[in-house]
Each structure stands twice: as C-alpha cells, then as structure tokens.
C-alpha cells in the first residue's frame, strides 16, 4: 500500500514539474526532484523512467551530480517558498513555536539553494 502511495505522489509531483516547463512561475526542478525521491522509495522501474528521461532526466541529474540549478529556478522557488511561509507565518498559524520553525526551514532551504552553483543553459 505505502508502495503504491509514494508512486502517486511521485506522479502528482512529477506532473506539477512538468506544468512547470510551461509556466513561468511554478519551478519544476523541486517537484522533478519530490517525484524522484518518492519514486526511489516507491518504484524502481518508474526512477529509472524518470532518471533516464531525455526531458525530464537533465534537471534532476544536473541537481545529483552537483551542477546546480539554473538561477531562474532558484529565483521563483525561493519566491513562492518565502509566499508562502510569511502567508502561513502571519495569516494561518497562531503558535509561535511553528512559526519560528517555519521560518528555520525557510532560511535551511534558502542557504541550501543560495549555495548551489547557477547552471548555465
């Protein structure tokens, strides 16, 4: 069951990243990646369809083997992740224990992102 659960997300995330091939403003490396690692976990044969994809392959190889992420792509991920933990800091949550540890887990994947190197296409 949990097998089956991971390969849906997988598919879920990989289909968001491919929308973001289309809209500027949705990043698709994070979702190819999210797809990735749940695919790893949940199916062999679809990691391997992803990994070795002429599309769709080059963005997460490019992450694993340390070539980084286009600057574009950290740009709008780092947007729509700091959108949305300020909206959920302010507007949704009211302890101020998660609220700090959003703001923690925004900063780790800021400094994460800051420190990959910008891929040049």
Same mark, same amino acid.
């Given at each position: 069951?949990?097998?089956?659960?991971?390969?849906?997300?997988?598919?879920?995330?990989?289909?968001? *990243?491919?929308? *973001?091939?289309?809209?500027?403003?949705?990043?698709?490396?994070?979702?190819?990646?999210? *797809?990735?690692?749940?695919?790893?976990?949940?199916?062999?044969?679809?990691?391997?369809?992803?990994? @070795? @994809?002429?599309?769709?392959?080059?963005?997460?190889? @490019?992450?694993?083997? *340390?070539?980084?992420?286009?600057?574009?792509?950290?740009?709008?991920?780092?947007?729509?992740?700091?959108?949305?933990?300020?909206?959920?800091?302010?507007?949704?949550?009211?302890?101020?224990?998660?609220?700090?540890?959003?703001?923690?887990?925004?900063?780790?994947?800021?400094?994460?992102?800051?420190?990959?190197?910008?891929?040049?296409?």
């Amino acid at each position: 069951m949990q097998r089956w659960m991971l390969v849906a997300l997988g598919s879920i995330f990989v289909g968001i *990243g491919m929308l *973001g091939i289309f809209i500027p403003v949705l990043p698709t490396t994070p979702f190819l990646l999210l *797809g990735a690692a749940c695919y790893a976990k949940g199916s062999q044969g679809f990691y391997d369809w992803l990994i @070795n @994809n002429r599309y769709l392959g080059g963005y997460i190889r @490019n992450y694993r083997e *340390g070539k980084g992420l286009p600057l574009r792509t950290k740009i709008v991920t780092l947007t729509l992740l700091w959108a949305t933990i300020v909206y959920s800091v302010v507007v949704v949550v009211e302890l101020t224990v998660i609220r700090v540890l959003l703001l923690l887990i925004a900063v780790a994947v800021t400094v994460h992102l800051s420190r990959l190197p910008n891929l040049r296409q």
